[in-house]
Nanobody
Framework: QVQLVESGGGLVQTGGSLRLSCVAS????????MAWFRQAAGKERAFVTA????????YYADSVKGRFTISRDNAKNVVYLQMNSLKPEDTAVYYC???????????????????WGQGTQVTVSS
């Protein structure tokens, strides 16, 4: 069983930056891909970005491409989400997710991921 714990959320002004962290523990050797999703108030959970275990492949939602960067430190079992040029529409609870099964194409649907963290709030003020 993989446990995921996110941190790093907070309140930031438009144009600011935040770095989220997701620490994974327990059975991380079975994880093939990690992802970040977000859920704004009253909306469905939406894909943000994902990367393979080797970090050789990444994929971003169009809404964050060029502003957000996902990376991982396998030695520390940590996945990061560097968020720059933040906008009010980036306000949401951000969730870390992990997937067991290998997929040639990085999954972007929430139901394709097996493990989830508790989420961390990101609020961007205008």
């Amino acid at each position: 069983q993989v446990q995921l714990v996110e941190s790093g959320g907070g309140l930031v002004q438009t144009g600011g930056s935040l770095r989220l962290s997701c620490v994974a523990s327990g059975g991380t050797f079975s994880v093939s891909a990690m992802a970040w999703f977000r859920q704004a108030a009253g909306k469905e959970r939406a894909f943000v970005t994902a990367l393979t275990r080797s970090a050789g492949t990444t994929y971003y939602a169009d809404s964050v491409k060029g502003r957000f960067t996902i990376s991982r430190d396998n030695a520390k079992n940590v996945v990061y989400l560097q968020m720059n040029s933040l906008k009010p529409e980036d306000t949401a609870v951000y969730y870390c997710a992990a997937r067991r099964a290998y997929s040639r194409v990085l999954p972007t649907r929430a139901d394709e991921y097996d493990y989830w963290g508790q989420g961390t709030q990101v609020t961007v003020s205008s």
